[in-house]
């Protein structure tokens, strides 16, 4: 039953992470250029990688059992979802531009869940809020109150999940809150995100207008 209630406290925090696949590269969150994305997750987020165009790309586990059979990526099969329920390492590659961790590869690392921190932050009410909302891109993010022990940080993503900026947050916030200047981005829907410690406690939208 303790375990049960521990995998029902991570799933409520579990991410979902989107993995562009592209002109022979794997690009995810945080991942700007290059071809391959290596990043590390918690046991229960889900990944889903996002075919954006430029010939195919089959997508091979090369973990030992493999965690899934080759899935295709093109035009006629555009999105592939899995969920990462066991902590350990989970390489792949493109069969067509990459191979084991060279060329058009990703290396996912899954370590464990860690809710602790996160449901102590939701159940002292504290949450993140960034207005006006809609804004032109000056806004002002505060929390709502007084924040306990941990790292505060703000992720704002873009509609597809790609992570644009992070902010780390201070527990001044809770009064005079942060001015924060986002015209540089285009007029859209954003999402942005409270992490305690690394663990998404809440995401809201956020829209900009010219």
């Not at 329920?85 to 084991?100: I, L």
């Not at 505060?142 to 790292?151: D, V």
Request: with cysteine; proline share 5%.
């Amino acid at each position: 039953m303790v375990a049960a209630l521990f995998l029902t406290a991570a799933s409520a925090f579990a991410a979902n992470i989107t993995i562009l696949v592209g002109d022979n590269y794997y690009r995810g969150p945080g991942n700007t250029n290059g071809t391959a994305d290596i990043r590390t997750i918690t046991a229960g987020d889900r990944v889903t990688w996002s075919y954006v165009g430029f010939s195919s790309h089959p997508t091979m586990s090369d973990s030992s059992p493999a965690a899934w059979s080759i899935f295709q990526m093109n035009a006629a099969s555009t999105t592939f979802s899995y969920t990462f329920n066991t902590v350990g390492t989970f390489p792949y590659h493109c069969t067509a531009h990459g191979g084991v961790g060279t060329g058009q590869y990703g290396v996912i690392t899954v370590v464990a869940a860690t809710p602790t921190a996160t449901l102590d932050a939701r159940e002292a009410g504290i949450s993140l809020n960034v207005f006006p909302n809609p804004s032109r891109g000056q806004v002002t993010v505060q929390l709502t109150q007084k924040p306990s022990a941990g790292e505060y940080k703000l992720r704002l993503s873009n509609i597809i999940g790609q992570e644009l900026r992070t902010i780390a947050l201070k527990p001044e916030l809770t009064a005079a809150g942060l001015p924060l200047d986002l015209s540089d981005l285009h007029t859209g829907v954003y999402f942005y995100s409270l992490l305690v410690d690394g663990k998404v406690v809440s995401t809201k939208r956020l829209v900009l207008q010219n």
